[in-house]
């Protein structure tokens, strides 16, 4: 009937405002969205159209063809950084005891440990690492230089990250303890000492795009393939097998698993 008909128009034209929105976003920005999974995008572009007042994708898109700072606010509403110190407590009570230590053990005298955490947004995931590692390292004579490669699609994440000033909300997690060794006090807000900014090396990098790190021992890429479609995740897990050296980790987040890559770890 009728009915059905105009559905499906105004379903197809919404994929073709998408794929605008998509160009637009790629021209601007660099980046692809195209296979970030659609729910997700439809509910960010939501989102935004709320805020902008746009009452159809349609007049979303004339908007952003008009005002050529909607697509940078887009952009930065797409990249979703929900981040803290030591996520999921039980995860990394896990690498102290176990993982973190077993890798150190590996290490010859001079030979690096070389840890990725892709999609690093501010920086609290590498450095509450590269705490843990610190810690780790105390009691031992030789110490095992570390190399934590941190990076992000955002540019403006990643200037916060090697900045590394937290409000005292941001510390939720941190222990007295580490506040006190690891942190020196400005004001209101916390820096992360030097110890821990030499170890982190921050970096803007697209993983779906750019070419790859290589010989990491540990891989904690955690809550991004939930963002990603099937094409992007399987990409992303060839990106991240390549990078680990024969025996390496990769840690992902709880809701996420190697999936069609399962035979590669």
């Not at 005298?109 to 920086?123: D, F, K």
């Amino acid at each position: 009937g009728k009915g059905g008909k105009q559905a499906k128009e105004s379903a197809d034209d919404n994929s073709s405002d998408l794929k605008t929105i998509y160009q637009l976003l790629y021209k601007e920005t660099g980046v692809d969205f195209s296979h970030y999974k659609i729910p997700t995008m439809k509910r960010r572009l939501h989102h935004k159209m709320i805020q902008s007042g746009a009452k159809t994708i349609k007049e979303y898109v004339k908007l952003l063809l008009k005002k050529n700072t909607e697509a940078g606010l887009l952009y930065a509403d797409l990249l979703i950084h929900v981040t803290g110190f030591f996520r999921d407590a039980e995860v990394f009570q896990y690498l102290k005891t176990t993982l973190l230590p077993k890798l150190l053990k590996s290490k010859s005298a001079g030979e690096p440990l070389r840890i990725w955490v892709p999609a690093c947004s501010s920086g609290q995931e590498a450095y509450s690492i590269a705490m843990l590692i610190s810690e780790l390292q105390d009691k031992k004579s030789r110490k095992v230089p570390v190399q934590i490669f941190a990076t992000d699609l955002s540019e403006e994440v990643i200037r916060i990250a090697r900045i590394g000033e937290y409000s005292q909300n941001e510390m939720k997690g941190v222990s007295q303890k580490q506040i006190t060794r690891f942190f020196t006090k400005a004001g209101d807000r916390f820096q992360v000492a030097k110890e821990l900014r030499t170890m982190c090396v921050f970096a803007p990098h697209n993983i779906v795009r750019d070419p790859p790190f290589s010989r990491m021992d540990f891989i904690s890429c955690r809550n991004l393939m939930i963002y990603f479609d099937a094409v992007a995740q399987k990409k992303t897990f060839a990106t991240l097998h390549f990078t680990l050296k024969d025996g390496g980790y990769l840690l992902l987040g709880k809701a996420e698993t190697t999936g069609t890559s399962s035979q590669f770890f």
